[in-house]
């Protein structure tokens, strides 16, 4: 099992630390792992998890300057009560981050006339998270490991893959999000997915994007939104749309749209009206 450093964050859950992360698929990974307040006194009680890509900037503004601050925010609701204690698995990338967070293989000309292929390796990556990192969070922490307790998401590529995850394995990973996704990656390849489906499957949804984004984000966002409509999804239930006026493509705005996030999958409210 990888060993672990424990840190307190700046708010009142707890961060461990997984500085190489083994894998068989992929190169090993810092994960971190953050714990609500509670989790080492309410021993029975038992978690939703929450994968998100790009964890370096997930915590910490270390990698870029800027973090989504997805600790402090789950801490505050979390103590006001408006959502139930989560645990957050945030995933490092690595240079391989376009290979790993896109699932078909593109070709582009280069300026001087060659041709360069590159990423169609988010098989692996779903392997390593399905059947490597999951069992591992699964068996150290009092997690609840079904798909509806299970989420994955991201944002730009990590917003793709994360959707791509969701629709692959509905049956590991029943909540997304898709935050600010590439959705035009290889001609929209993640929408020829949704119309393929034989039927809605089993997974609920957050689909956003920012106005400052650029004409060809926003309606990416807007055709994925669109067509997972057309399977069966339905907004205000099972998939949520923000379009954030003056939102650009960076983790300040990603960051100040994490309270809507995580009020959609783990409101109270919305699971004491159910």
Do not use: C
């Amino acid at each position: 099992m990888p060993a672990s450093d424990a840190i307190l964050t700046s708010g009142v859950g707890t961060i461990e630390s997984f500085p190489a992360f083994p894998s068989r698929f992929v190169a090993p990974r810092e994960v971190q792992v953050y714990l609500p307040a509670g989790y080492e006194t309410e021993t029975a009680r038992r978690y939703p998890v929450l994968y998100l890509q790009d964890g370096q900037n997930v915590f910490d503004p270390s990698s870029v300057g800027k973090e989504w601050e997805f600790d402090e925010t789950a801490d505050a609701l979390i103590e006001a009560g408006r959502i139930e204690p989560l645990i957050l698995v945030a995933v490092w990338n690595t240079p391989a981050r376009r290979e790993e967070y896109t699932p078909t293989e593109v070709e582009s000309k280069l300026p001087d006339g060659t041709v360069s292929k590159g990423g169609g390796k988010s098989d692996l990556y779903a392997r390593f998270l399905i059947e490597e990192l999951k069992p591992f969070i699964d068996e150290k922490y009092r997690t609840r490991p079904e798909p509806s307790s299970t989420a994955v998401g991201g944002s730009s590529l990590g917003g793709l893959v994360s959707v791509w995850l969701g629709l692959e394995h509905p049956d590991v990973f029943g909540n997304v999000l898709a935050v600010s996704p590439t959705a035009w990656w290889d001609n929209f390849v993640t929408l020829t997915k949704v119309a393929a489906l034989p039927g809605k499957v089993p997974v609920k949804i957050w689909v956003d994007i920012g106005s400052r984004e650029g004409d060809n984000a926003v309606s990416g966002a807007r055709r994925l939104r669109d067509a997972l409509e057309k399977k069966g999804w339905k907004l205000g239930s099972d998939l949520e749309y923000v379009e954030q006026e003056g939102g650009e493509h960076d983790e300040i705005s990603w960051g100040s749209r994490v309270e809507g996030m995580l009020l959609f999958l783990y409101g109270t409210e919305a699971r004491a009206a159910d």
